[in-house]
């Protein structure tokens, strides 16, 4: 029964916590200035935001083979939070399971990450979760120029620019896919539960789906997974995002041990750009 909870835990919402982790696995690309200008002086890379702005608000709901199970949303703030003197967009997620599938596994969990605005990294980080009986909470505090996160669970060595699994989603939208080609594979660092974890993630061209929002172009995405207790094969998770300047999640599809996983957008809102990959009627 114990292990038959764990697989729940990670259906139900770990499922979109590896979503945000495995799309940063283009975090590869070079900044757009020098990340130091000297061996005793950091200067923080200057990305520019063309994806998100404030009040953007994305809602997802989670299907545990056809069973409707949870929703996630995702939004950034209204305005810049200052913290550790540079200003950052406020970003939350929330899961949580509907009331109607409490009874097998009940899901709260929030993250919440706080985002450079210039380098489109996070400079502070926290979690809290409630599964069940089960609860964990973490604060970090990324420290790009010495290569350290600061948290309540511990200190520990970081590779600069080092991303949480929100933070690498948001920094994600950001990149240009144009010229990758099928099956290209890239590294990304990424934080979680006081481990850093090295991600693949490879290339799979274009395709169009038939949504809840509408018919959507969408990027097409396969991350390379830990077989384990969860996953049969490594390439069994699935990751669309639409296919313009928003680059917002659309879809996500996964197999694991006990039946599959769905994830899917439900509706938007303060998008930045227009949103070009929706095919009109």
Known sequence: MKCS?????TAVFGTVVMTCAVLSSFT???????QSAGQDEFVYRKIANNAFTFNEKLSYRVHYGV???ASISMEVGG????????KCYNIKAEGKTLK?????YKVRDKFESFIDNEALVPISYNKSVQ????????LVSFKHNKKKLYGVKGVMDMPEYTHDVISSLYYVRNLDFSKSKIGDKF????YLDNKIYNLGFKYMGKE????????VKCIKFIPTLVVDRVFKDQDDMTVWVSDDENKIPIRVKAKIMVGSIKVDLTSYSGLKNEFKALIKK
């Open 5 to 9: 909870r764990n697989i729940l835990r």
């Open 28 to 34: 590869h690309v070079s900044p757009s200035v020098p």
């Open 67 to 69: 069973i409707n199970a």
């Open 79 to 86: 305005a810049f939070i200052d913290k550790n003197e540079r």
């Open 100 to 104: 109607s599938f409490d009874w097998a």
């Open 131 to 138: 599964e069940d009986n089960y609860t964990d909470n973490d």
């Open 187 to 190: 590294p990304i660092d990424v």
């Open 208 to 215: 169009t789906l038939n949504t809840d929002v509408g018919k």
